[in-house]
């Protein structure tokens, strides 16, 4: 199913210390989270963002620390997906594991503009700029990525592997 | 076929046969580790995902260290619900208080960890076992939770960036330099989804606190892990703590790599990383205009005894400069208890610096000595992003504590040759 936002581009090795500050990280609470997402960057950054936005990064996105809280901060703030030139390996695996889409896209992810709607079709692989025409097309995801997506989520996927066992509640 | 440190690791904790990089495999793990900040999150998965029992109670670590002892009510909360965890699970290996040290010193030290072994950590640090020849790594708290759960967990075989570390070290050239050199050199995505393996005929020169400080910011290159091979000095370095007959562990004559680092250090000079990022080295020598309001000398990367005894070489006899202030953490009650036994204590005392309990504390700009706006700070922590000890106007170098130590002495910073 595809799905459309605005673009909030941020540069390159933005780190999880401007994701989320650890002066934050006294909650797991994903909407309080959310209410500091890039607080590090640049204070009040997350009054710009409406439900369903995107964020484009440049290189090696979300690179530092280990904290999930990140990938929570910017499900809090609202951000649907973000489309990146690379992200930081820990932070991919987070992502996923929290069940925000990550799409990984390289150098192509220039031909995309600050504040302009993107539509992205998973199905269809494809991302499009709509205010600039620009189409590009997304790689496919690992298998162990989609399986983690079909089934929800980390917390699903073990959830299942407890019933197979018949050590679930 | 001819395995990297990394692939034969893997290799012993999966049935699987591990081939090349790129492919997963499901791998049986040896331990399980989360702190003050991560446990809560990895609680709260667990019981989402409807788990009654860790896998193994033995092989969970809980410590207790970002803000130890807890700074104020919120992080004193979150302790309460590891500490309840703790006690429902009959987790063996709980620390907290006078018994907790910051994870990556702690878990070595104590013999929890050993050559061979696999580990996952929610802290993006658990990289630095790579020092003592175990595959470790950090991962979010939900991958955390599914290992607590399983014992298992599934991985990418990582391509491998071989660094060989070959010439003469000279006298105050320390681990710290290294990896700050390597990082400089290859940049912060440099070893990205990769594992970093170090080898050369100076790593007899390395001692394994240097290794482990080495293997700590294998993560600041993007890498997976920084591994060592398991030699004699790694031996020696186990049966000190725990750990009678250590495996010896080596990368196969002939396993590939994606590509080879050599470093001379022949002759080399310190190495500082400059704000905001630990890419941005520069020798010392280049730095001496730079003025410093605050030194932190220690963390997961620095706190060691080692790192303690070079701080104390220093300051002995001498002073810190008016208008510094510098902190020192021994990373454990061990080191604290060593440093003290030694006589450390009194020189730090006498140069006029802050002795802290162990924490992690001003590294992430939890407590304990965060940065205001406009103010300069040398650390021997791991990482300088924009804001990471406090506010977004400060700026964090990084340096080994021979020249954080040097830099407190002089209030710029300050190699040992100058002082």
């Known amino acids: ?169 | 076929m001819a395995m990297t440190l990394a692939q034969k690791i893997l290799q012993m904790h999966t049935d699987e046969e591990v081939r090349e990089p790129g492919q997963i495999v499901e791998c049986s793990l040896s331990g399980v580790l989360a702190n003050d900040i991560t446990g809560p999150l990895a609680i709260k998965s667990f019981h989402a995902m409807g788990a009654k029992k860790v896998f193994d109670r033995d092989r969970v670590f809980l410590v207790m260290d970002h803000y130890t002892p807890q700074k104020d009510i919120a992080s004193a909360n979150q302790v309460i619900v590891s500490r309840r965890f703790a006690r429902e699970m009959g987790i063996t290996h709980y620390y907290e208080g006078g018994c907790a040290g910051v994870e990556h010193a702690l878990l070595p030290e104590k013999g929890l960890v050993k050559p061979g072994d696999l580990v996952i950590g929610a802290d993006s640090h658990t990289c630095t076992y790579g020092g003592i020849g175990a595959f470790s790594t950090g991962l979010g708290s939900t991958d955390i939770a599914c290992g607590m759960v399983l014992g298992k967990l599934w991985f990418k075989v990582p391509a491998t960036i071989r660094v060989n570390i070959e010439g003469t070290m000279p006298r105050w050239i320390r681990g710290k330099d290294l990896i700050l050199r390597l990082i400089g050199e290859i940049g912060v995505d440099g070893a990205l989804y990769r594992a970093l393996e170090f080898g050369g005929s100076a790593l007899k020169d390395v001692d394994i606190e240097g290794r482990l400080c080495m293997a700590n910011m294998a993560i600041e290159a993007g890498g997976k892990c920084g591994l060592f091979p398991s030699d004699d000095l790694t031996a020696e370095y186990c049966r000190a703590h725990g750990t009678p007959d250590p495996m010896r562990l080596a990368a196969d004559e002939g396993a590939e790599y994606e590509r080879t680092v050599t470093m001379d250090v022949t002759g080399m000079e310190p190495v500082v990383a400059c704000p905001h990022l630990p890419e941005n080295t520069r020798p010392v020598s280049e730095l001496s205009d730079v003025t410093v309001d605050q030194v932190v000398i220690g963390s997961c990367t620095n706190g060691r005894i080692s790192d303690m005894r070079d701080a104390a070489e220093i300051l002995r006899g001498r002073k810190v400069a008016k208008g510094v202030r510098c902190i020192v953490i021994p990373a454990t009650p061990a080191v604290w208890r060593q440093a003290m036994d030694e006589g450390l204590f009194e020189v730090f005392s006498d140069a006029g610096c802050v002795i802290s309990t162990p924490t992690c504390g001003p590294c992430l700009g939890g407590y304990m000595g965060v940065l205001g706006d406009g103010e300069r700070c040398i650390s021997t922590s791991n990482r300088n992003f924009r804001g990471r000890m406090g506010s977004l106007d400060s700026e964090l170098y990084l340096a080994s504590p021979v020249v954080a130590a040097a830099s407190a002495v002089t209030g710029v910073i300050t190699g040992p040759e100058a002082l």
């Open chain 1, 1 to 169: 199913m595809s799905f459309t936002g605005k673009v909030h581009k941020v540069g390159a090795h933005i780190d999880t210390d401007a994701i989320i500050p650890a002066r934050f990280l006294v909650t797991t609470d994903t909407r309080k989270l959310g209410e500091a997402c890039m607080e590090g960057l640049e204070p009040g950054w997350v009054k710009r963002v409406h439900e369903g936005d995107i964020i484009v990064a440049g290189r090696n996105f979300g690179c530092g620390s280990s904290r999930e809280h990140a990938p929570l901060a910017i499900i809090g703030a609202g951000i649907r997906a973000v489309v990146g030139h690379s992200f930081a390996r820990i932070f991919y695996r987070n992502a996923f594991n929290m069940g925000l889409m990550l799409l990984e896209v390289g150098d192509e992810v220039d031909k995309i503009n600050d504040g302009d709607t993107l539509e992205i079709s998973p199905e269809n692989g494809t991302i499009r700029d709509l205010d600039n025409g620009a189409e590009i097309r997304i790689p496919p995801l690992s298998p162990m990525m989609q399986t983690l997506i079909d089934k929800g989520g980390m917390v699903n996927y073990v959830k299942e592997q407890l019933k197979l066992r018949g050590e679930a509640e």
